[in-house]
């Protein structure tokens, strides 16, 4: 089945320390983007890949890093500098292209739920 | 600026109570707006892009429609198991494929 995997499903960690979130597609998308959504605030932007070896930064990158080495996976990493990331991250990815049209859909994983105490 | 907002943000309904919620939005030469089924705990489900005024999409209960300013997801004779977070989010004239993301609009149905 195709689709994208998010793992782990929970994650803990302590204060200082940096932690990669793990994000996979196999449906051949060139797109992928990685969002954190708080309770109240919807979906914020953190970075996002339209082409392996390339990523651009959204809305809040401070505090993360990421890489796109293969189409398939682009880690995050909330790194010690992240100052609440305690979180619901979200992986997505985009086709971009379809049909000869330009895509923009997006398709979500199942999230990880980050705790930093 | 591009910009989202849906309305209400939360909404109850009992089943079989037809209604609709509203997405209202702001951007240069729209390249898209979708629409997400998002369940507590899970990531957003893909429902509809809608492209131009005038078009409709429709899904089971599910009707979304589209004009210059804004998109409504109607919803038929809703039952329980319709309760989620519906988000809208648009695509502008910019090639970047980022989305602008509405907070939400959290629906609650009765049996």
């Known amino acids: 089945d195709g689709g994208i995997t998010q793992s782990p499903k929970y994650l803990f960690r302590k204060e200082g320390q940096n932690v990669t979130l793990s994000c996979e597609q196999n449906?051949?998308?060139?797109?992928m983007y990685w969002y954190r959504q708080d309770p109240g605030q919807g979906l914020r932007l953190i970075y996002y890949?339209?082409?392996?070896?390339?990523?651009q930064k959204g809305d809040i990158a401070e505090g993360y890093s990421v890489s796109r080495e293969k189409k398939e996976s682009f880690p995050l990493t909330v790194t010690s500098a992240q100052k609440n990331p305690t979180a619901f991250y979200l992986c997505?990815?985009?086709?971009?292209?379809?049909?000869?049209?330009?895509?923009?859909?997006?398709?979500f994983g199942p999230g990880t739920r980050l705790t930093v105490t | 600026e591009d910009q989202v907002t849906q309305s209400p943000e939360a909404l109850r309904l009992q089943e079989g109570e037809s209604s609709s919620l509203n997405c209202s939005y702001t951007?240069?030469?729209?390249?898209?707006l979708f629409w997400y089924r998002q369940d507590p705990g899970k990531g957003p489900e893909f429902l509809f892009t809608?492209?131009?005024a005038g078009e409709e999409k429709e899904k089971e209960r599910l009707k979304a429609t589209l004009t210059k300013k804004e998109s409504f997801l109607h919803i038929t004779a809703p039952k329980p198991e319709d309760s989620a977070t519906y988000l809208c989010?648009?695509?502008?004239?910019?090639?970047?494929?980022?989305?602008?993301f509405g907070q939400g609009t959290t629906l609650q149905v009765k049996p």
């Open positions: 997505a990815s985009s086709p971009r292209a379809m049909g000869g049209r330009m895509n923009y859909e997006q398709y």
């Open positions: 449906l051949n998308h060139d797109a």
């Open positions: 890949s339209q082409i392996v070896n390339d990523f």
């Open positions: 951007v240069s030469g729209l390249r898209g």
């Open positions: 809608l492209y131009s």
């Open positions: 989010a648009v695509h502008g004239s910019s090639n970047t494929g980022k989305l602008i």
